[in-house]
């Protein structure tokens, strides 16, 4: 009897290795995604920096705690228009800003909500890092993998057969 075979044929990828596929391509992905949203933000800063209104604000919170992520301040500052306005900042480590201190903010004139505190990280710097860290991780594993892998493959491809080994 010829034709074609009808039988349970096992997929190339369960349902397992698609999910495991996905999230693999998902987390090499967001490693260049952070770098992108990062360096936009940082970018969205120095536009500001540079087209923004400028206001005199004031330091009014602080919380020097040694994680980075948590180390911000919080700025009050006034617009043209007379309204107070706070603003948070990151704080480096080499930094030591004191409550009650005097800094710059600059603000988008239509957007006070919009502001950085000139001197102090943006946000993207973080963001940017992060991705660079994961970007440098997942490609060094895949890099690991991708050679394992090839030189597995290209081992069986050029083993001798069982019967020629015997001869």
Not at 10 to 36: D, M
Not at 81 to 96: N, P, S, Y
Not at 143 to 167: D, N
Request: charged share 20%.
């Amino acid at each position: 009897m010829t034709g074609r075979r009808i039988g349970t044929r096992k997929p190339w990828l369960t349902w397992k290795g698609k999910l495991n596929l996905a999230v693999t391509v998902v987390v090499l992905c967001l490693g260049p995604i952070l770098i992108g949203l990062g360096s936009f933000m940082i970018n969205a800063d120095e536009e500001l920096a540079r087209t923004g209104t400028r206001a005199a604000g004031t330091i009014v919170h602080f919380d020097d705690v040694t994680k980075a992520s948590k180390r911000r301040i919080q700025v009050e500052f006034t617009t043209a228009d007379g309204l107070q306005h706070k603003t948070f900042a990151a704080v480096d480590h080499d930094q030591h800003p004191e409550v009650g201190g005097g800094v710059t903010v600059v603000h988008a004139e239509n957007d006070p909500g919009r502001a950085i505190v000139l001197g102090y990280e943006s946000d993207g710097v973080w963001f940017r890092g992060v991705g660079v860290v994961l970007t440098v991780i997942f490609g060094v594993i895949g890099l690991l993998l991708t050679f394992v892998i090839g030189s597995a493959v290209l081992r069986a491809k050029f083993r001798k057969p069982a019967s020629e080994q015997m001869a």
